[in-house]
């Protein structure tokens, strides 16, 4: 069974941090890209982050770029996400998702788009408000 499971998500003032952590399990990690994307009510989900497993070369969308930093353990299966000087736009449910095809992956997320990715896992919120 393929699972993705985030965990760190939660409240935090602007300018504040938190660290998001996916941990995979079902399928051959290696071989897939995975990405974080995120989504608030009424607009369509975004992707901010991904890592190519092959090569681990890593990708930012331009709203994120130099605050947010990807990183893997690959012995734990485990992405996380560590968000620095939050915003209030940051606010969203943030998704953890895997793909096969790395290089599609990593050109929608670099460019905030959506793209319709293998796994998934359930989302958790981070809200950034004062």
């Known amino acids: 069974e393929v699972q993705l499971v985030e965990s760190g998500g939660g409240f935090v003032e602007p300018g504040g941090s938190l660290r998001l952590s996916c941990v995979a399990s079902g399928f051959p990690f290696d071989d897939y890209a995975i990405a974080w994307f995120r989504q608030v009510p009424g607009k369509e989900r975004e992707g901010v982050s991904c890592?190519?497993?092959?090569?681990?070369?890593?990708y930012y969308s331009d709203a994120v770029k130099g605050r947010f930093t990807i990183s893997v353990d690959s012995a734990k299966n485990t992405v996380d996400l560590q968000m620095s000087n939050l915003r209030s736009e940051d606010t969203a449910v943030y998704y953890c998702a895997a793909d096969r095809f790395v290089v599609q992956t990593a050109v929608v997320v670099q460019n905030g788009g959506y793209y319709d990715m293998d796994y998934w896992g359930k989302g958790i919120l981070v809200n950034v408000s004062s």
């Open positions: 890592i190519t497993m092959n090569d681990g070369r890593k």
